[in-house]
């Protein structure tokens, strides 16, 4: 039986540091992987994704869930890695033989039988996946052979047993730049994931209870998430994605941006190249960072469905999908 | 008549804000009521705007066309750029890498001074074409 753990944390404490670690500009989100791309975050599209590759037991790790709401970034971080000791040693207790444990701060698409059959081949207790670019948070452990430890990340990350290249598709989510990717790649069908919603005519997917106006033009490839209101004489259009419980207000132009959830955006406005989330805005074309103070022109919406939108995180969620 | 008076350049305050834009357009008040103004908003320091600022600078240009001057925008900070590009209005305005570079453009000659008779290439050649022209 193969099992996994997928741990979802806030930026902070590296364990890949293939460019040194992280920079000001790409410490853009505390937690990039639970950011809704086209209608899931990359910690519930790489849970979805274990279970299409075979794996019977996927447990889900992280967020605040467990936290006091004081917690720090850094007390969040030990006790998501703690609570992962725990989850692999109930696994060994259980028979489990061979763990999958993942850091999903990246979405990786690989053919994971392969990369499990390398690591048993090969006889190691830990073998940890790396591509082209470097070392990935994803390990495979033979839990007979394997000393677990409540610091978990640090065991993992110092363990340098065995490396398997895998092939497929990798976005280390690292920055703004690397997620509007994640948002074209699903959209130009470069990954096996796919936008959530309908696909209405070829490249617009549309999810439920979106609400798009007559005089508003939809452009392929595009996304409009779930409760989403699109005004009259708007323009969604390359590779945009608007995200649920958004909305784009009259005559707004949307290009090659991404409009996170619960995301009001104004009047008569020309957005490329961006990525909004309520009143922050990134440009990516001038590499810059901006404060919208002004709630007429964006905003976050009522938080009632940004609320709802989060409950891939709740303690229940954890174990099993 | 080219206009022959000075170039002023104003540097823009780091928020243009409400506040930010009442205290500038105390500053700016009388010069826009001079004649033929030429100005120059330098705007590197410039890191956030809200619609006032832009309607401010909306209103002063407004104004100084009246007054058949002119108002050019220069060293423009990325936060800047961002903002007047999704408010729709960096194209309303005529930009410059440099205050001194707006300042220069404002001795340009004008395509309205050239007379109408000249040759379609004399505004090409500059100088070149006037000499080519005048032999």
Redesign the interface.
Known sequence: MLGAIVISEPVGRECNVRDGGYSTWAKWHKCPASVSVLGSSSVVRTGEYLRQSGFQEVAMLGGRSHCTVTASLAEIQDQTWRKAANQLREYHQNGLETLLIIRADAYVECDLALFIAHHQQEGRAITRAVDQEGVLDMWAIDLSRFEGTDDLLSTLASANEGHCEITGYVNRLETPQDFRRMATDLMTRKCKTRPRGTETRPGVWIDDGAQISRGARIVAPAYIGREVRIADDCLITRCSNIESWSHVDFGTAVEDSSILTNTYVGI?????H?IVDGDE?L?LH???R?????P??MRRNSPRGYQREQLWQPEASEVGL | MLTSGPVIIMQLPEEL?VREVQAFMREMGPLLESNRPRIVLECSQVR?M??AGVEMLLRCLEEVLKQDGDLKLAALS??A???L????VARVFETFPTSEEAARSFNAIPADAIPQDAPWYANLFGDFGAVKQAS
Do not use: K, P, Y
């Open positions: 008569g406005l020309d957005l490329s961006s805005l440009n001038h590499e810059v901006l404060h919208i103070s002004d007429v022109v | 804000n956030s809200d619609s990325a936060e750029e961002v903002i590009e999704i408010m729709r």
